[in-house]
């Protein structure tokens, strides 16, 4: 099983870039995949997620109408659009998968049993 984070770069503060979340050997359809990220000294973060039955969203207030997250069960990828970058976005940002979703705790990332590599995002002018 094996996940793999794309789509990092450098964008400038009220730009946009994409993430994708690809998948190896298994199929994403059957699982939730979150997004998270760790800023340098600072704690991860959950960010958003989808889940696996319904296609349900859930998202942190900070990215709250500036991320979407999306699944194309075709492309076994997952994405995260991110539009209106802040400085404050910079970090490295991981994509995980969940078996099983608890909703509740989605933002856990305890709760994922496969990750990614990170891929870094730069906001900076």
């Known amino acids: 099983v094996q996940l793999q984070a794309s789509g990092g770069g450098l964008a400038q503060p009220g730009g946009s870039l994409r993430l994708s979340c690809a998948a190896s050997r298994f199929t994403l359809d059957g699982y939730a995949i979150g997004w998270f990220r760790q800023a340098p000294g600072k704690e991860r973060e959950g960010l958003s997620c989808?889940?696996?039955?319904?296609?349900?969203?859930y998202y942190a207030d900070s990215v709250k109408g500036r991320f979407t997250i999306s699944r194309d069960n075709a492309e076994n990828t997952v994405y995260l659009q991110m539009n209106n970058l802040k400085p404050e976005d910079t970090a490295v940002y991981y994509c995980a998968a969940d078996r099983q979703l608890i909703r509740s705790s989605w933002y856990s990332g305890s709760n994922y049993d496969y990750w990614g590599q990170g891929t870094l995002v730069t906001v900076s002018s």
């Open positions: 989808i889940s696996a039955v319904d296609d349900f969203t």
